[in-house]
């Protein structure tokens, strides 16, 4: 029975890890492509979370979660276009400080627009509950999310290896220099890779909206998760991140069931223990550029 | 060496004894005429929600004074800042009152920042009014003499929630499961909850304690399902609070929930189809007394929404700081403790006024159960609450809910 339980902990920390996956995804794919770390992925989280909460009063649950990740990717393309393109070849350290600062703007326009106090919402009656499948509890709503990240990952993963759009912004990872000399601009292709990062974070944020504190500092609080999974994975790795997220939610799960007092703090010793033994992360790639 | 021109010098000169003469004199009577308040609450962190109600309802009712010729014809000076966390909140209040000269402090939520605090004023000879940590400890073992303790203490919470739950037989023979916030209100919040299993014949089968940061709950549902209790109680805080019950629901477990500690600003964040139980409360904004509801009406007139228990609890608060140094007309620490020490009684909008207990400085007051209203029942999102009968009942001493001397471990030094 004990083991059973175990094996019950570790089903619902791949669930959760697939969660993660929707925000660590994106913050990988823009460091990979243009070299920033993006302090400000947390605020398109809790953009997604705020703009679906709104949306699910007027239009309904479906038509938040399909709407409001492509809002908040459009306000991607001003992001890219007017803040983050000027600092692909500038030293890190500015695009750092922009991207915080931005973050913290970020955060107090939402306290602006919408208060500190949180909004709320709920999950349609449809998905509440919970599903028994062997000796395993599922929440209905969380398989759904499960369902959908899984769809995503395999369309992102088609995206990168079977369109001539992948092709580039691979090459662009790798050698973007002689992406350049080939005559591709590789602008365009990093408006597209932060359009698809940032509206997965809203994603992310439009789908646990009803399941967690809808609040200013909400995409504060989900960066560190999003960071310690990035890292554990490997900066540049798909798969890396992959990996890793499922791994931190299995950990925390295994955790919390033989010491849930220790259930946040496991993913920390986790991530020190990876990088111990692999500094560079799990699956992560040697790139050049960032030598 | 840079050479000014003469007249620049003397210009210059001019201007600093001109000031001196009309400028700076003025300064220092303004200042001379203002009473310097400290006010410290999280604006941050799990407990952030809530204390933004906190510092909305310590700026009116400083505005109010003001308006109203404020404290000893002297304006208050609120200095209204977040404590972020127990060390930092330390060295706001260490700076308060060294530099910034405040005469007293008032705020915090965290236990764990008050014990700071508390620790702070100790040093400095200066009182400060703990309004919204509840931990039996503070004022308990914790306690000194320039501490003031505003909240209901976890034992009372406890006790308002339990009675009410006995009353629905859902106490005695029944398998508790307990999920506890990690920190020194949640363990002191669990202490008190095992004292009233004990002394009611419940079984605690299991207790998680759970971080502060934690914003996801499933694991620990996983474990209440294999537990298989008869109620889920919540000892929780902040936001933990507004998780848990949305992730409650979301997983639609056939337990009960109920809770020991519940602020309606995390009821209100949860949303009205998520919570259901019997819950404890200070204060809510529908108790129908007079100055009660001239409060809810200044506060929701300025704010555009109506105020949640600690925005409440901030505002008497200093009202009662107010009328406190009006009467002594002092604000000498020792003065005011004698004053207070007095049990001298305060209209803080309940039926019975209120009184800070000489031994402990617990404000004594009462405190209410709730039950959760239906949603096809809620006048607007802000109505979610049913108020139990007050607690004790009205033919009790207040004092009834209260830890005693010898339950209460608190000795004031000199």
């Not at chain 1, 399941?211 to 490997?234: D, L, R, S, Y």
């Not at chain 1, 990088?275 to 030598?291: A, D, N, T």
């Not at chain 2, 139980?277 to 100055?291: A, F, I, K, Q, S």
């Not at chain 2, 929404?305 to 406190?324: C, F, G, M, R, S």
Request: proline share 4%; net charge positive.
């Amino acid at each position: 029975m004990q083991f059973e339980f175990l094996l019950e902990q570790v089903v619902n920390g791949l669930v959760l890890g697939g969660y993660y996956l929707l925000i660590a995804l994106g913050l990988s794919l823009i460091f990979s492509v243009g070299g920033i770390v993006n302090l400000a992925h947390g605020a398109f989280y809790a953009l997604g979370a705020y703009v679906s909460v709104e949306l699910t009063r007027r239009l309904g649950f479906g038509a938040s979660v399909a709407i409001s990740p492509f809002a908040v990717a459009l306000l991607g393309i001003l992001f890219e276009r007017f803040i983050l393109r000027r600092f692909y070849s500038a030293d890190p350290i500015l695009s750092l400080l922009v991207t915080f600062g931005l973050a913290m703007v970020a955060e107090q326009a939402i306290r602006m627009i919408w208060g500190a106090a949180p909004v709320s919402t709920e999950i349609p009656q449809s998905f509440r509950g919970s599903v028994i499948v062997g000796d395993f509890l599922f929440s209905r709503y969380r398989l759904l999310i499960l369902a959908v990240v899984a769809a995503i990952l395999l369309g992102i993963w088609l995206l990168l290896q079977k369109t001539s759009f992948g092709r580039v912004v691979r090459a662009g990872i790798q050698r973007p220099d002689m992406v350049a000399a080939l005559g591709i601009r590789l602008q365009p292709y990093m408006t597209g890779i932060v359009m698809l990062g940032v509206g997965m974070a809203a994603l992310g944020g439009a789908f646990f909206a009803p399941i967690t504190t809808v609040h200013p500092a909400m995409g504060a609080e989900i960066m560190t998760i999003a960071f310690v999974v990035v890292v554990i994975g490997g900066l540049g790795s798909f798969w890396g991140v992959v990996i890793s997220a499922l791994l931190v939610g299995v950990v925390r799960g295994i955790a919390i069931h033989f010491e849930p007092a220790a259930g946040e703090a496991s993913i920390y010793i986790l991530m020190f223990l990876v990088l111990l033994v692999r500094p560079r992360g799990l699956l992560g790639e040697r790139i050049e550029k960032f030598e | 060496m840079i050479r000014y021109p003469r007249r620049t010098l003397l210009r210059a000169g001019a201007a600093f004894v001109g000031a001196s003469a009309f400028g700076f004199p003025a300064i220092v009577k303004a200042q001379a005429e203002r009473i310097r308040i400290g006010h410290l609450t999280p604006l941050t962190g799990f407990l952030g929600v809530i204390g933004s109600y906190a510092q909305l309802g310590v700026k009116l009712a400083a505005e109010e004074i003001n308006a109203s010729g404020g404290i000893l014809g002297k304006r208050i000076d609120l200095l209204s800042e977040d404590s972020i966390n127990p060390a930092t909140a330390a060295t706001k209040a260490q700076r308060m009152l060294e530099q910034d000269g405040a005469v007293v402090l008032l705020g915090e939520i965290s236990s764990a920042s008050s014990l700071t605090i508390m620790q702070v004023a100790e040093r400095n000879k200066k009182v400060f009014f703990s309004t919204g940590a509840r931990s039996d400890a503070l004022r308990g073992k914790n306690c000194n003499k320039y501490a003031f303790h505003c909240d209901i203490p976890n034992t009372v919470m406890v006790n308002a929630v339990g009675t009410a739950l006995s009353q629905q037989g859902m106490v005695k023979g029944k398998k508790f499961f307990t999920l506890t916030a990690d920190y020194i209100f949640g363990h002191d919040l669990l202490k008190a909850a095992k004292a009233f299993f004990g002394t009611h014949e419940a079984n605690l089968i299991g207790d998680e304690l759970i971080a502060t940061d934690a914003t996801d709950f499933s694991p620990y549902l996983l474990k209440v399902r294999q537990a298989k209790p008869d109620v889920v109680c919540c000892n929780l805080a902040g936001n933990q609070v507004t998780n848990l019950v949305k992730q409650y629901a979301e997983f639609g477990l056939p337990y009960p929930l109920v809770g020991f500690n519940l602020n309606t600003g995390d009821a209100w964040a949860a949303g009205a189809g998520n919570l259901g139980g019997t819950w404890p409360t200070v204060w809510y904004h529908t108790l129908n007394n007079p100055t009660s509801q001239a409060f809810v009406a200044a506060f929701s007139k300025k704010y555009g929404k109506p105020p949640e228990n600690h925005a409440w609890i901030d505002y008497v608060t200093l009202k009662l700081l107010a009328e406190a140094i009006n009467t002594t007309k002092s604000t000498e620490s020792n003065e005011l403790i004698a004053y207070f020490e007095k049990q001298a009684q305060f209209d803080i909008g309940k039926a019975r006024k209120a009184y800070f207990r000489s031994w402990d400085h617990q404000l004594v007051q009462e405190a209410y159960p709730f039950t959760v209203k239906p949603k096809d029942q809620m006048k607007d999102q802000w109505d979610m609450l049913v108020l139990g009968d007050a607690v004790p009942g009205a033919g009790d001493p207040l004092e009834t809910i209260y830890p005693t001397k010898e339950q209460n471990p608190c000795e004031m030094k000199a």
